[in-house]
């Protein structure tokens, strides 16, 4: 226990930290010599991309890019799933904070139960019923690693291997390569894959998708960040206001699996037409929002498809993207039992959002949905931006 001062140790105390004064006074304005005392962008007025050193994995390094654009907006990166780990943006009082899940180290991203934070998402992405499809009458068995169907590439899907990454000139875009070979979780042909992640000079990242292929199989490229535009203000996206522009949606079954029809949102809690609290109506759809919404951009061209909005941050987030559809699902596997967490964040069911730009989930057996097959001599290529602003 710490002796109980007595009057004349008083005064020495007193008398030292008047003399000491003046520095603490100085210590805590300055913040030290580099430390920031606010949350306020760091206006560079240019583009930097920055690497530090996120752990070891199969003997290969892996190091977080950090770009960050003039105004001060940044993203961060790591080779290991080319995962997004940090997306770090302006409140509508310029205040910075993070707007996506994640963890605080390499551990957490490999954790058996890490659901997909931040990660690209290949050869398919989302679900394909009973792990199987067929190209040209031969049958390709895949990982059933979800209630008897295949999701997400299967066991160790692109979101598990190490990336190549490589700065591009410029330091405004971060380029990951990655070969998949023949065979891989059961896919068919060595697939050339190259990601380009580049971040905007109006505070958008954007994600330029390319593959080629030696043999035709199903590719569905995606990217797999959880948002709550509140950076960790609010426990839950259920104020959150969206707006999808889709007058249709894939219907799913028990396991969310897609039947096959292509039904109306009009009317139903599926509707997002025009912007609305995703609490509003999720209770009515049972397990919550974990759909495929046929988006109505016609063709390939890269349009605007949704907008995300919340109202206490003042965040908005745009996505446009060249894919035919998107993947709402509203963090209803989140449970708060994760760890390893930013910051040890409780992440709560409906902690935070996907907005997951891709091809409609089991096409490759369901002839009628837009093609996902890519043939050897083809390039297959897709866009996806999220832009932020504050209204
Ligand atoms: C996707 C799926 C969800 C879930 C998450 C990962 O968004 O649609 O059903 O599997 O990935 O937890």
């Not at 770009?67 to 310029?94: A, E, F, H, R």
């Not at 690693?145 to 405004?172: F, I």
């Not at 995606?222 to 950076?231: G, K």
């Not at 009515?284 to 974990?290: A, E, L, N, S, T």
């Amino acid at each position: 226990m710490a002796p109980i001062p007595t009057t004349d140790n008083k005064r020495v105390i007193m008398n030292k930290l008047i003399l000491l004064a003046p520095f603490i006074l100085l210590l805590s304005c300055s913040g030290g010599k580099n430390a920031k005392t606010d949350n306020k962008a760091e206006i560079t007025g240019k583009y930097s991309i920055t690497e530090m050193a996120f752990g070891m994995l199969e003997e290969k390094a892996i190091t977080e890019y950090t770009i960050t654009n003039p105004s001060g907006m940044q993203v961060s990166i790591i080779n290991y799933g080319g995962t997004v780990t940090k997306l770090i943006t302006p409140d509508k009082n310029k205040n910075m904070g993070d707007v996506i899940l994640g963890f605080d180290s390499l551990g957490g991203y490999l954790q058996k139960n890490d659901p997909y934070f931040g990660s690209l998402v290949g050869r398919y992405a989302n679900r394909i019923a009973n792990a199987k499809f067929n190209v040209k009458g031969k049958t390709f068995p895949l990982a059933a690693n979800d209630h008897g169907n295949s999701l997400h590439g299967g066991n160790k899907g692109y979101d598990k291997v190490v990336w190549s990454a490589a700065k591009l000139p410029g330091d405004s875009s971060l380029e990951l390569t990655y070969l998949s070979k023949d065979g891989e979780e059961g896919y068919p042909g060595n697939l050339n894959v190259k990601v380009v992640y580049t971040l905007t000079g109006d505070n958008g990242i954007k994600i330029d998708y390319s593959a080629t292929t030696d043999k035709t199989t199903p590719v569905n490229l995606t990217s797999h960040c959880y948002f709550n535009l509140s950076a960790g203000a609010d426990s839950t996206i259920l104020d959150h206001q969206l707006e999808i522009a889709a007058d249709k949606y894939t219907p799913v079954n028990d396991v969310l699996i897609p039947t096959g029809e292509i039904a109306t949102t009009k009317g139903t809690p599926m509707d997002f037409t025009t912007p609305k609290a995703i609490g509003r109506d999720i209770l009515q759809v049972k397990g919550g929002f974990d759909h495929n919404w046929v988006l109505n951009k016609n063709g390939n061209s890269l349009e605007k498809v949704a907008g995300l909005y919340e109202p206490n941050s003042g965040r908005y987030m745009e996505v446009l993207t060249t894919e035919p559809g998107l993947q709402f699902y509203s963090g209803n596997f989140l449970d708060g039992t994760l760890t390893g967490t930013k910051n040890g964040q409780k992440y709560v069911q409906h902690g935070a959002l996907c907005l997951e730009a891709q091809h409609y989930p089991d096409s490759p057996n369901e002839p009628s949905f837009p093609n996902t097959l890519l043939k050897p001599g083809e390039t297959y290529r897709q866009t996806t931006e999220y832009r932020f602003s504050v209204k």
